[in-house]
């Protein structure tokens, strides 16, 4: 099992922000913002290049779960949602999972 599998599962403890049946949000380890919580389909989807249409429905609710997660987080001014995909993106665990960061301005550049 992929580490984010295993924090789906329970087997490793997170910060949870919220949890249903298919996803999870819970806090980043390493925080790189004041507000940094991981979203990820609990199923196993590698990447984003791993969505299909098999797939897809736990990322169309994952989409609509991110107002009510980043309510729940504190992110009343805005936030940023980034999903790292494949080496040139610096992705480093391969679980799709998309990053909500904020509670400061961020930077005007994405790269
Ligand atoms: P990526 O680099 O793949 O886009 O993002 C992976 C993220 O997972 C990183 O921001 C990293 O800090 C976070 N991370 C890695 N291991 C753990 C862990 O065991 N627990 C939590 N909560 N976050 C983790
Ligand atoms: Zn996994």
Known sequence: M????????????????????T???????NPQAPVHVLVI???HIPSLDGITPENS???THLFECIPSIAKEAG???GYRLVSNCGPDACQSVPHLHFHLLGGKQLSETMN
């Open 2 to 21: 992929c580490l984010f599998c295993k924090i789906a599962a329970g087997e490793i403890p997170s910060n949870k922000v919220y949890e249903d049946e």
């Open 23 to 29: 996803i999870l949000a819970f806090r980043d380890i």
């Open 41 to 43: 389909p609990k199923i």
């Open 75 to 77: 992110l009343v001014n």
């Open 57 to 59: 429905a736990v990322v």
